[in-house]
């Protein structure tokens, strides 16, 4: 997962505590008799203490993905949740801590040298990195809390994906579950209570990713506030396309003309190919209908081989609309 890198990030004291613990430590069981060994001891306690902030926080800044390689899926969802511009500035804060640190550390080296007591110096040297650390606090206590939530993002993988859409009870899970043979997972998604559940299917050794989506492409757009049509439209940024699933025998309890309008608005609002199929042929209520591109019953499994060869060409037209051919790049 993208984000699993991210450790938890310890706070201002956390961190000030490791770093004198194992300065410290660094010191124990040496003798120190004699100015040098007291000026080598202190030099190198404090010179422990900064390389331990330093690693540390580098460490943070490090573990969180760079914003600009991340998947726009990615960058969309992070963007909503705890702000890209936001987990930017903590960031800098961090790494600024960090340059201070050393800063410290090498100013410091000298004081110690020429001190009378070397012990003064070292502990003004601690002081200090102690305050650097603390005034970024906050910057630490919000990228723990960033961390937390972008842990919890569902693992989307950048592969060829299906999006199935469509009202509740059209029968998307029963596709899912007949086309990818086993138990999918269901990853939680910001905004939803059910979450999405991702299955995988393999066609001509390709891998392929089917995705549900209860809750987010089941009802109509107008009911959504801004922040769920964000996390919605994060979905148009996969390498996907969109089969919208109906159930003109209505027996879903959602009318075909409810069904339409909600079609119209993926349509609308995604900039993803759309395949319209009709489930649950073989009910007696079941209609034909002229929008619908395949009939199918996930029951008898009749129409599926058709509607997933079609989704396989679909995935492939929209890979050579999207990526350019060699030499038109080598021309631009
Ligand atoms: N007759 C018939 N019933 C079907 C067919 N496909 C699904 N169903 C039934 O329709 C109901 C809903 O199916 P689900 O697959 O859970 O529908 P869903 O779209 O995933 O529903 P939500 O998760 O609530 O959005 C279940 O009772 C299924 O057994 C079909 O092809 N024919
Ligand atoms: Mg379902």
New binding site residues.
């Given amino acids: 997962m993208i984000f699993e890198k991210i450790h938890t990030v310890p706070t201002s004291d956390e961190l000030t505590n490791k770093a004198f613990k194992r300065a410290s430590r660094a010191m124990s069981g040496k003798t120190i008799d004699g100015r040098e060994s007291r000026l080598k001891a202190n030099e190198s306690m404090m010179l422990t203490a900064a390389n331990i902030f330093s690693d540390n926080l580098a460490n943070i800044v490090r573990r969180f993905p760079s914003f600009e390689h991340l998947p726009r899926f990615y960058y969309e969802l992070t963007d909503i949740l705890v702000g890209v511009e936001k987990l930017k500035m903590a960031l800098a804060s961090v790494d600024w801590a960090s340059g201070k640190i050393h800063e410290v550390s090498r100013v410091y080296v000298g004081k110690i040298r020429d001190a009378e007591s070397p012990e003064t110096p070292r502990k003004e040297a601690f002081g200090r990195m102690a305050s650097i650390i603390k005034s970024i606090n906050k910057d630490l206590l919000f990228l723990n809390e960033a961390r937390n939530i972008l842990r919890k993002l569902p693992e989307v993988l950048e592969e060829p994906t299906v999006v199935v859409a469509?009202y509740?009870?059209?029968?998307?899970?029963?596709?899912v579950t007949r086309i990818t043979g086993a138990t999918p997972e269901i990853a939680p998604y910001p905004f939803t209570t059910k979450g999405v559940t991702i299955g995988h299917f393999t066609r001509n050794m390709v891998r392929y990713q089917v995705m549900?989506t209860?809750g987010l492409l089941?009802r109509p757009m107008s009911e959504r506030n801004d922040i769920e049509l964000q996390a919605i439209t994060a979905i148009s940024y996969l390498d996907a396309v969109v089969m919208f699933?109906m159930d003109p025998s209505e027996?879903?309890g959602y009318e075909i003309k409810d069904q339409m309008r909600l079609l119209k608005e993926i349509r609308e609002n995604f900039n993803l190919p759309v395949l319209v199929v009709a489930?649950?042929?073989?009910?007696p209520e079941f209609q034909k209908l002229d929008e619908v591109q395949f009939n199918?019953?996930?029951?008898t499994g009749e129409g599926i081989e058709e509607v997933m060869e079609r989704l396989l060409e679909m995935i492939e037209e929209k890979r050579l609309i999207s990526t350019p051919e060699p030499d038109e790049e080598a021309e631009a």
């Avoid at 509740?168 to 596709?175: C, R």
């Avoid at 489930?279 to 009910?283: F, H, I, L, S």
């Fill in positions: 469509g509740p009870n059209v029968g998307k899970s029963s596709f549900d209860p089941d699933l027996s879903c489930n649950k042929a073989d009910r199918i019953s996930t029951i």
